[in-house]
């Protein structure tokens, strides 16, 4: 729910209540990951988002106070409301940022987690930073947690940036609050070639503008890329990467960590590493049920194949992630006709068969809100249904190794197409027949021989 500050001084909560302030506020996933740590928790709460202008903040603490049970605060907030609370948590006051304020015996606190969700990415990759150099880009909030964590953690922090005296001020603000801290400021020729961290805390890559990046190669000794970016979860520093001995993390785990780190400190909540996996794993679908609408104005997320790739297996935990309906095409038809697939193809032939998926794949496609669409092994062959297809579905292809489709397929009884003497033979002659059509039919292509990981490569291929 979002609310203006008009209808936030009316509003009466039924149930326990927090909030998050900000100005302007737009799309924000806060509520959405908010009431999925609250369902995690077994809480009964509500979490609503509040656009509060810049010269309304006291009177909406003041507001939030008597309503709510406590509140997060993004741009321009966090260092604004500092002045306006009764206390301060030594990190928060450090860095002048202030992300969730909590409400005890009639007294606001404020904290910073989202130094707490960085520290937590860290640590989740296995990522150590004593001793080590580490390339920071950029010198806004996010670079002061960033850079603040680091020097904490007892590396040695380069900064840079378009804007040398800012990323002076920066390294100047770090060193002041902690004064043993190692911290430079350096050009972009000055990057340490034993660089063994680089952190990005700019906005260069994010969305619509995906293809710049604050550098345009990394330090040979790379070993770990965070990004802050999650929009898009690989962004086009973290593909600069040699995925073999670099490891690169988005910010999306970061954004969860700092949700549920504030809900710990607001009612002492606890929660799984299996919980906070499966939040992440439904944040990424959001995503990019997020991006198939803005980027490429498509209504629909379509997955072909070839036959035992796992389209269907893939799909429907593509379709639960996402929250789209699942339809997979092959019983789609079934449904419809009243026949299996191979009694389809015993009583009337393939190409009657091919005449089916064309008409259905056109009616599904036209009538679907939106939805996730497993399509045929065959489905591609026909151009018509590529271009039907294409008008508002976004055409994955899950390249899945042979060896894997094999293993897929060895118990399987209904692919008449494979009907044959020498069934391993004939799967191969197909594969290889088609894989060149699925290849220049596809928008994207995915492929990994582990099930869940397709499944996360398919939701950030998007």
């Not at 908010?34 to 309304?56: C, G, K, M, N």
């Not at 710990?264 to 794993?281: K, V």
Request: hydrophobic share 40%; glycine share 6%; net charge positive.
């Amino acid at each position: 729910m979002l609310l203006s500050f008009e209808e936030f001084e009316a509003f009466q909560p039924t149930r326990e209540t927090y909030a998050l302030f900000g100005y302007p506020l737009g799309h924000t996933m806060s509520p959405a990951l908010h009431h999925a740590l609250f369902a995690a928790a077994s809480r009964d709460a509500d979490y609503i988002a509040v656009t509060v202008p810049p010269e309304l903040l006291a009177d909406a603490l003041a507001l939030a106070r008597q309503k709510l049970a406590g509140i997060n605060l993004t741009i321009p907030h966090k260092k604004a409301v500092i002045p306006l609370l009764d206390a301060v948590d030594q990190s928060a006051a450090d860095l002048s940022s202030v992300n969730t304020v909590a409400f005890r015996d009639g007294k606001a606190i404020g904290f910073n987690t989202d130094i707490l969700g960085f520290a937590e990415s860290l640590e989740r990759d296995g990522v150590s930073l004593r001793g080590k150099k580490v390339l920071l880009l950029g010198y806004g909030g996010a670079a002061a947690v960033m850079g603040y964590h680091c020097l904490c953690e007892g590396a040695h922090l380069f900064i840079t940036g378009r804007n040398p005296e800012k990323a002076q001020a920066l390294c100047n603000h770090l060193t002041r609050v902690l004064p043993s801290a190692k911290c430079t400021v350096c050009t972009r020729r000055q990057i340490p070639k034993d660089t063994a961290v680089v952190l990005n805390a700019t906005p260069l890559g994010m969305f619509p503008r995906e293809d710049k990046t604050p550098l345009y190669f990394l330090p040979r000794k790379t070993v770990y890329v965070f990004d802050a970016i999650y929009n898009p979860p690989v962004t086009a520093l973290m593909k600069l990467a040699n995925p073999r001995r670099t490891k690169t993390r988005d910010g999306l785990f970061m954004l969860v960590m700092q949700a549920a780190r504030a809900q710990t400190i607001w009612y002492n909540a606890q929660f799984s590493d299996t919980a906070c996996e499966s939040i992440l794993r439904r944040m990424y679908g959001q995503m990019a049920v997020k991006r198939l609408h803005d980027k490429y104005h498509k209504r629909h997320i379509v997955l072909c194949g070839f036959m035992g790739s796992g389209k269907t297996t893939v799909g429907r935990k593509v379709a639960r992630l996402t929250g789209l309906p699942f339809i997979d095409l092959d019983r789609y038809i079934e449904e419809q006709t009243g026949m299996s697939i191979p009694d389809l193809f015993a009583q009337h032939s393939e190409p009657y068969f091919r005449d089916l998926e064309t008409k259905y794949i056109a009616e599904l496609t036209a009538q679907q809100e939106g939805c996730v669409l497993s399509l045929g092994g065959g489905a591609v062959l026909r151009p018509e249904n590529v271009a039907t297809i294409k008008q508002t579905g976004l055409l994955i292809l899950l390249d899945t190794p042979f060896f894997r489709i094999i293993k897929n397929l060895s118990h399987s009884t209904n692919r008449p197409l494979l009907e044959k003497e020498d069934k391993l033979a004939e799967t191969r002659r197909l594969y290889q027949a088609r894989k060149p059509v699925y290849e220049q039919a596809a928008d994207l292509r995915v492929r990994s021989p582990r099930l869940g990981e397709v499944v996360e490569r398919t939701l950030k291929s998007i």
